[in-house]
């Protein structure tokens, strides 16, 4: 059975990912510091799938911890998802986005390199293709001018990792450029579980919807677009997880680098994410206008017609399926996984 590395898999998409590929036959190993997450998402990954899960609370920057992973298990494949992703909080602490996010980089691909492991996916962002490329984004496309340090880190991590790839042509490399991912488990079991006041849309408004929030307010709604609210690509986090999946089997059997966007290629405003929810879950999303977040871009979404060609990976669930098992997750989880 092959086993597959998971750097920051107790995360949100961590979780998820780890869950399809148990489910797929892989076995799967994490390793997580628990900074955005906690030990009790591991039960929960266990829980849903029937199987024990090998679990290292470490730091992937210390590198020697990190070594022990490697030497105690004959991994054939890493995936990256151990960063920091609070764009508002990496303006205010560069320094701290950089060292952690590099720095994970640096530490697995060096741990890779003395163990001979030769494959690595890494959780890239559709933050990479910047303010200048237009909407929807194709792989081909240069990567553009990011607003803020944490879409910096994707960008320089993606560089070193083809940097890596370009030095070792036994080094294969797939970057996956995530959209918007939302929703959560049907299980209900696993979902995102933020620290603090949610940063992202989806987030925010489920808190609204259990009374941890009074109201949502909608940043902007006098862009350029249909009803004057920011568009974005939403994905399902389950259908994301998916792609991992099928990157897995991709990569096992391929070398170079591969850059693949993991995204609907639909793009729905924000109104539209409040009325869905509000209508799937027979409900009241307390809202206001308010003035536009900076950084923000009026558009993004994905073509996504390449992950279909060459990985055979399309979205399979709807908005409706997003809001309901976001709501599903929420209300059986009113404070995450504290009790
Ligand atoms: P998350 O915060 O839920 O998961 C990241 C995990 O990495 C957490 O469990 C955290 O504890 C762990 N981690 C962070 N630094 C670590 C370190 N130094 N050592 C060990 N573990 C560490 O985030 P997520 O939403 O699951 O995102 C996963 C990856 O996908 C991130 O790299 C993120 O930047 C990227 N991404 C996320 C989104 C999104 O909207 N969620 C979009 C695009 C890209
Ligand atoms: N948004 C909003 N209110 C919030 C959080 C987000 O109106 O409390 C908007 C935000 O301006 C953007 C969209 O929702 O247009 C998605 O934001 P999110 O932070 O989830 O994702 P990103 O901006 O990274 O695409």
Redesign the pocket.
């Known amino acids: 059975m092959k086993k597959i590395l998971l750097a920051g898999g107790a995360g949100y998409i961590g979780s998820h990912t780890a869950v399809e590929l148990i489910n797929s036959g892989y076995d799967v190993i994490i390793a997580d510091n628990y900074s955005n997450s906690c030990p009790e998402a591991v039960r929960r990954i266990e829980e849903i799938t029937g199987k024990s899960v090998k679990a290292y609370e470490l730091d992937i920057k210390d590198k020697t911890a990190l070594e022990t992973v490697f030497k105690e298990n004959k991994i054939d494949a890493v995936i990256h998802f151990a960063g920091l992703k609070a ?1 508002g909080e990496s303006v205010a602490k560069p320094v701290l986005y950089y060292r952690n996010n590099i720095d994970t980089t640096l530490s697995l691909l060096e741990c890779m390199e003395e163990f001979g492991v030769k494959n690595i996916i890494f959780s890239s962002s559709a933050t990479v293709y910047g303010e200048e490329n237009p909407v929807p984004y194709t792989e081909k496309m240069k990567r553009g001018t990011c607003t803020n340090p944490y879409g910096w880190t994707k960008v320089m991590m993606e560089q070193i990792l083809e940097d890596a790839a370009n030095a070792d042509k036994e080094l294969s490399v797939v970057l996956l450029r995530y959209f ?1 991912p939302i929703g959560a488990h049907e299980s209900g079991k696993i979902g995102e579980d933020p620290q603090g006041i949610p ?4 987030p ?1 408004v489920a808190q609204v919807a259990v009374g941890r929030r009074e109201k ?5 709604n006098d862009y350029d677009t249909p009803d004057g ?2 568009r ?1 690509d939403y994905i399902h986090v389950v259908d994301l997880a998916k792609g991992h999946v099928k990157a897995i089997d991709y990569i096992l059997s391929h070398e170079g680098v591969e850059i693949f966007n993991l995204g609907t290629g639909t793009p729905y405003s ?1 109104t539209e994410i409040v009325e869905t929810f509000e209508n799937v879950n027979d409900m009241k999303i307390n809202h206001v206008y308010g003035d536009r ?1 900076p950084g ?1 871009l009026p558009e ?1 979404y994905a073509n996504a017609d390449k992950a279909l060609e060459v990985l055979g990976w399309k979205t399979e669930k709807t908005l409706a399926d997003m809001c309901r098992d976001t709501w599903n997750w929420q209300k059986n989880n009113p404070n995450g996984y504290k009790k």
């Open positions: 764009v918007n940063n992202n849309l989806m925010y949502l307010t909608i940043f902007g609210t920011c974005r924000v977040r923000d993004s």
